[in-house]
């Protein structure tokens, strides 16, 4: 009469315990929020919309309708030259709040707040 191998574990495992594992991995894994674009548009001299809300790492994409040359300056920040009729992109790297005007035509204003 042979006996079974007592050394030897035969425990199945269930078929859905990996794709389970798999799951709680990534449902509990930091994933970054993805980057957006915020279109501003410059037309009559004037940055539309007004007032914006992005976060770090989004890129701000200005374009001029105009027929004239404007820039996107906030002092001691930034500042982007925007040709008629083309367009020009920034992206943003750090929080706060910031205030920005054409150096060309300083009655152009606007505002970015970014968040973390």
């Not at 706060?96 to 300083?106: L, S």
């Amino acid at each position: 009469m042979s006996r079974p191998n007592s050394n030897r574990t035969n425990v199945a495992s269930p078929r859905w315990v990996l794709p389970l594992a798999v799951a709680f991995a990534l449902g509990t894994a930091s994933i970054p929020a993805r980057a957006e674009t915020i279109t501003v548009t410059i037309e009559n001299l004037v940055f539309s919309p007004t007032d914006i809300e992005a976060r770090v790492g989004d890129t701000v994409l200005w374009v001029n309708e105009d027929i004239l040359a404007h820039t996107a300056t906030a002092k001691g920040d930034w500042d982007v030259m925007i040709q008629p009729k083309k367009s020009a992109s920034l992206v943003l790297k750090k929080a706060g709040r910031f205030d920005y005007f054409c150096r060309f035509h300083p009655n152009m204003k606007g505002h970015i707040t970014v968040s973390p």
